[in-house]
């Protein structure tokens, strides 16, 4: 099995393809900041709930139930978008990280503070590596 080169970019597409194929669960490889976009998700709605579990190899995996909208069966993430990839890195000042359908979705962004919605770091006036779009 070869490395994985963005293993942000694998955790959205996880995500995508799980909903994609009307899945209720993933599971992802963790990581701090994995887990730290799942707990976003989670605070935003986006997803139905979680919970990281230890596995043997001491890595660990994040499950995550995703959210659908119980009579249309729509998932609540439409569109989840990797933003910075490892060969192009892209920063935004405070002022400049992206609005999100005009703030109805959010930005994930990794700041010096943690990361954070575009909503927390424009509040905290930080800027930092904008990783994903979601809404």
Known sequence: MSAITDPIGDFLTRVRNAIMAQHRI?????????????????????????KFEDTPNGQGV???ALKYDPVTKIPAITKLQRYSKPGLRKYKGSDEIPRVKNGLGIAIVSTSKGVMTDKEARKENVGGEVLCLVY
């Open 26 to 50: 993933v599971e992802i490889p963790a990581s701090k900041i994995k887990k730290r976009i799942t707990e976003i998700l989670y605070e935003k709605g986006y997803i139905f709930r979680y």
């Open 62 to 64: 994040i499950k995550i």
